[in-house]
């Protein structure tokens, strides 16, 4: 059962008014309402209106984020969607396993599908600020769908999860992590790994998406990821303390040079 | 399991070159080759190739019919598309109950999945020679959706039946009977029917339609198609011949008066 209140659907760099339209369109036909347009590509958007037939309710209530992250951060899952294959050492689902995590989530606050531009997709790093990743299975001769027809294809399916009845009355949940805390939280710990010479500082963000990943999948609810937000305030105090504080006899950044 | 080979995607009055397009790319995204415009409601299809992004093989190897019937002659079960619940009786099929059905009648020949125009969608004469009606759950709101993304939706179905392992080794089958043949016993049975006024004259459609269908269900073969096909043209010619015999005292068209 999806809670069809919670789901977000995020395009992210869409060029076209067209596919902008014939989304809020497939958004309508199954019933989703709440769109965000992450870091789009042009805001042209005239002529969206005449795709997007009876989806102007969609269109209208519309949001625009700077950011993936930004559009993504009052939500407590996302999936990414790709036709690419080498996903860096990580899986991708199939679109049922995908919905059926969404339905899920849903049930913990909002979730979002987040789908890329027309031209490139979601790169690599756009699919890291995402909890999974699904692919949907195409032919070799010709991988890459029409945005809007895949939209079609999973909204569909989402749909399909918001018909099946609950299993069983749900166990009242708890407030899940919004991914805006999360992202903060990373953000924190990646300063403070970076001053502790845990992360490689020519390329931090590979081992930091993956830490972060972690605690998405950890079903974290919002008083968790707050609390860790906190703990890692307290260690970049401590560590920058303790690098910074004369009394220890370090200079600035001392640690680095004398370790 | 699909037999893809077998798949066959009717487009019946078409109009726009964009969704033409757009079906032939998302075909080519799931493997899906032979396509079929039936009574288009334009020949001016320039523009279809810019949208078919390698769909170009489905385009340069599309046929057009002049009719429904004709699209559906090599046919051995057809599915037809539809928004509406009224449906005169009929019960409309989930889009995976009509995948599956797809998949079945694939192993006995050549099976189709047909998609009405964008102005109308398929009229109840035009879904009467379908085996089967589908219709994909929308919302009451925005209930008809686009040609192409609703192709996207079906034909993803299908060509995840398509990847389904066969259950077990398929028993060799028999030849399905095609459409035509069936179609062809159907007008012979409306010939007969009438002159023997089982039908009647003002309305004959909806009963011989019934009839065709019941006869499409039964999974006939080819050889039994034909099989009732000279039966009637027995029985064609043993009703004219017991109406126009001046040997049993009965003028033309006279049993209708006397009896």
């Known amino acids: 059962m999806l809670a069809a209140d919670n789901m977000t659907v995020i395009l992210h760099q869409t060029r076209s008014p067209e596919n902008l339209g014939s989304v809020a369109r497939v958004m309508a ?3 989703f309402s709440r769109l965000i347009l992450s870091d789009p590509a042009t805001y042209a958007f005239r002529g969206a209106e005449r795709l997007a037939v009876k989806g102007d309710a969609v269109l209208d209530a519309m949001s625009v984020a700077r950011s993936l992250p930004e559009a993504l951060k009052d939500c ?5 969607t790709t ?3 080498q996903l860096e ?5 199939t679109p049922e396993e995908a919905m059926a995590r969404l339905a899920d989530h849903s049930q913990r606050g909002r979730v979002a599908l987040v789908l890329g531009g027309e031209q ?16 949907i299975p195409t032919s070799e001769v010709q991988p890459s769908m029409n945005l809007a027809q895949a939209a079609a294809v999973l909204l569909y399916l989402c749909s399909r999860e918001g018909r099946k009845p609950a299993e069983q009355a749900a166990p009242a949940v708890e407030e899940g992590a919004k991914m805006g805390t ?11 790994m970076l001053e502790a010479q845990f992360l ?9 998406r993956e830490l972060e990943r972690s605690l998405l999948r950890a079903r974290l609810t919002q008083r968790e990821a707050e609390l860790w937000l906190t703990a890692f305030k307290h260690l970049g105090r401590a560590v920058a303390g303790g690098k910074g504080t004369p009394g220890k006899g370090a200079p600035s950044r001392g640690p680095d040079r004398n370790g």
């Open 29 to 31: 036909n199954f019933g």
């Open 76 to 80: 407590v899952y996302a999936v990414g």
């Open 83 to 85: 036709s690419r294959t």
């Open 89 to 93: 050492g990580r899986t991708a689902l």
């Open 120 to 135: 490139r997709g979601l790169s690599n790093e756009e699919l890291a600020f995402c909890t999974d990743i699904l692919v």
């Open 182 to 192: 999360v992202h903060a939280l990373s953000e924190r710990m990646r300063q403070v």
């Open 200 to 208: 490689n500082p020519q390329a931090p963000d590979h081992i930091l």
